[in-house]
């Protein structure tokens, strides 16, 4: 499997052909889910949920479907009858090629006066990959890869940390960075390198990994 990592907090991941791509927000590229053939979406949140990016995916590719909760379904289901699907924690399902189990139900505490809405994971190919969206969610089962979202107005890095320690991955890649600077970059890198307990990564944008 490759990873393609994008802007912030989305994944491009390739398999036999077939490309399924995470969360392409309004903080990723313009052309992020271009060429999909399947698309899964954690939460509303617009960097990573943009309605316009994902609709011209969908009319650039009349064979790719869409992935995720209701409040995102609701807004682009209409438009592309039987392609858009509404999933839940504790859902299985076959994407492209790629097998996903859905994980959690709630997004992260911003601050107690805020709402909060629903978020899913997505654990992709029996753990090969677990992306998280906007929750410090722990799957319960063995992770390989982890895209780990490292810097957002909803977490600390001591929490950070400890999700790592708490899933336990093999590898852990940075997502949900575009708020982070340069500066603060090995800060991170060496913190959560030093004390996660599994080994620490971060690719550039457009820049790709061998899973």
Same mark, same amino acid.
């Given at each position: 499997?490759?990873?393609?990592?994008?802007? !912030?907090?989305?994944? $491009?991941?390739?398999?036999?052909? $077939?490309?399924? #791509?995470?969360?392409?927000?309004? *903080?990723?590229?313009?052309?992020?889910?271009? =060429?999909? /053939?399947?698309?899964? #979406?954690?939460?509303?949140?617009?960097? /990573?949920?943009?309605?316009?990016?994902?609709?011209?995916? %969908?009319?650039?590719?009349?064979?790719?479907?869409?992935?995720? %909760?209701?409040?995102?379904?609701?807004? %682009?289901?209409?438009?592309?009858?039987?392609? #858009?699907?509404?999933?839940? !924690?504790?859902?299985? *399902?076959?994407?492209?090629? *790629?097998?996903?189990?859905?994980?959690?139900?709630?997004?992260?505490?911003? !601050? @107690?006066?805020?709402? +909060?809405?629903? &978020?899913?994971?997505?654990?992709?190919?029996?753990?090969?990959?677990?992306?998280?969206?906007?929750?410090?969610?722990?799957? =319960?089962?063995?992770?390989?890869?982890?895209?780990?979202?490292?810097?957002? @107005?909803? &977490?600390?890095?001591?929490? #950070?940390?400890?999700?790592?320690?708490?899933?336990?991955?093999? +590898?852990?890649?940075?997502?949900?960075?575009?708020?982070?600077?340069?500066?603060? $970059? @090995?800060?991170?890198? +060496?913190?959560?390198?030093?004390?996660?307990?599994?080994? !620490?990564?971060?690719?550039?944008?457009?820049?790709?990994?061998?899973?």
């Amino acid at each position: 499997m490759k990873l393609t990592k994008m802007s !912030h907090a989305c994944v $491009r991941l390739e398999k036999d052909g $077939r490309t399924l #791509v995470v969360d392409p927000g309004g *903080f990723s590229e313009p052309d992020a889910a271009v =060429g999909a /053939h399947a698309i899964l #979406v954690t939460h509303e949140h617009p960097d /990573h949920f943009d309605e316009g990016r994902l609709r011209a995916a %969908l009319e650039a590719e009349p064979a790719a479907e869409v992935w995720t %909760l209701k409040a995102v379904a609701e807004q %682009l289901a209409a438009a592309f009858p039987g392609r #858009v699907h509404t999933v839940g !924690h504790g859902d299985t *399902f076959t994407a492209a090629g *790629f097998d996903v189990q859905v994980h959690g139900e709630l997004h992260a505490v911003i !601050h @107690p006066d805020i709402p +909060r809405i629903t &978020n899913v994971g997505y654990l992709i190919d029996g753990g090969k990959v677990f992306h998280p969206g906007d929750a410090l969610t722990v799957p =319960g089962l063995p992770v390989e890869t982890l895209m780990l979202p490292v810097h957002a @107005p909803w &977490n600390k890095i001591s929490e #950070v940390i400890d999700y790592v320690r708490e899933v336990a991955p093999r +590898r852990a890649y940075d997502i949900h960075d575009a708020l982070l600077t340069d500066l603060a $970059r @090995p800060i991170y890198d +060496r913190q959560i390198g030093a004390l996660g307990g599994a080994e !620490h990564l971060r690719l550039t944008p457009g820049d790709a990994a061998e899973l």
